[in-house]
């Protein structure tokens, strides 16, 4: 694969599903801890894949010019769960969130985009999924990363008609192990 440093995502809107992840397997992620044969990550068949690929990520983005992204959205979904640790825990990465802001440019927001989202052409994703993607678009987001199977299959459709990339672990992984050792 031939990469540019330009293909390379920046500003990376975390899923909540890549959020939970993050929390639930940060010994693994950050620590190598082992992970247990009865894991629920297990359960998908390329989770081990996109797990091993998301430590990977962790480690170049220790010194990446990524930012995080959450929104408003966002905590909806995580105060829905009821665990007050990944609430805390959220807090915590949207304190680096809110520092990557302060020192960036607001985002140009395609208003071509934001009336696609809320088009019918739209009508397959969820009312989460659809409101985290408007926020990823108004936030000016390159990527939204998801631990999901299925949001990935629209990838193609979503990219050509809003300008954001879709990435599992392993695609965003593609995308920058070519240029990874710029940053290790």
Request: aromatic share 8%; net charge negative.
């Given at each position: 694969?031939?990469?540019?440093?330009?293909?390379?995502?920046?500003?990376?809107?975390?899923?909540?599903?890549?959020?939970?992840?993050?929390?639930?397997?940060?010994?693994?992620?950050?620590?190598?801890?082992?992970?247990?044969?009865?894991?629920?990550?297990?359960?998908?068949?390329?989770?081990?894949?996109?797990?091993?690929?998301?430590?990977?990520?962790?480690?170049?983005?220790?010194?990446?010019?990524?930012?995080?992204?959450?929104?408003?959205?966002?905590?909806?979904?995580?105060?829905?769960r009821g665990d007050s640790g990944y609430l805390q825990w959220a807090h915590d990465v949207l304190d680096h969130w809110m520092?990557?802001?302060?020192?960036?440019?607001?985002?140009?927001?395609?208003?071509?985009?934001?009336?696609?989202?809320?088009?019918?052409?739209?009508?397959?994703?969820?009312?989460?999924?659809?409101?985290?993607?408007?926020?990823?678009?108004?936030?000016?987001?390159?990527?939204?990363?998801?631990?999901?199977?299925?949001?990935?299959?629209?990838?193609?459709?979503?990219?050509?008609?809003?300008?954001?990339?879709?990435?599992?672990?392993?695609?965003?992984?593609?995308?920058?192990?070519?240029?990874?050792?710029?940053?290790?």
């Open positions: 694969m031939n990469s540019k440093f330009e293909d390379i995502p920046r500003r990376i809107f975390l899923d909540s599903s890549a959020l939970q992840t993050l929390q639930t397997y940060g010994g693994f992620l950050y620590e190598n801890e082992p992970l247990l044969r009865e894991d629920r990550i297990r359960r998908d068949p390329k989770g081990i894949l996109k797990l091993e690929a998301l430590r990977l990520i962790m480690q170049v983005a220790e010194r990446a010019p990524f930012e995080f992204a959450l929104s408003n959205n966002s905590f909806v979904e995580v105060r829905d520092a990557c802001l302060e020192g960036s440019e607001k985002p140009c927001v395609s208003s071509t985009a934001l009336a696609a989202i809320s088009s019918d052409s739209y009508d397959y994703l969820g009312a989460g999924d659809r409101a985290l993607l408007k926020d990823a678009i108004v936030l000016g987001c390159d990527a939204f990363l998801t631990m999901e199977n299925k949001l990935p299959k629209n990838a193609g459709h979503i990219e050509r008609t809003l300008g954001i990339r879709i990435l599992s672990p392993i695609e965003m992984w593609d995308c920058i192990r070519p240029l990874a050792a710029l940053f290790r």
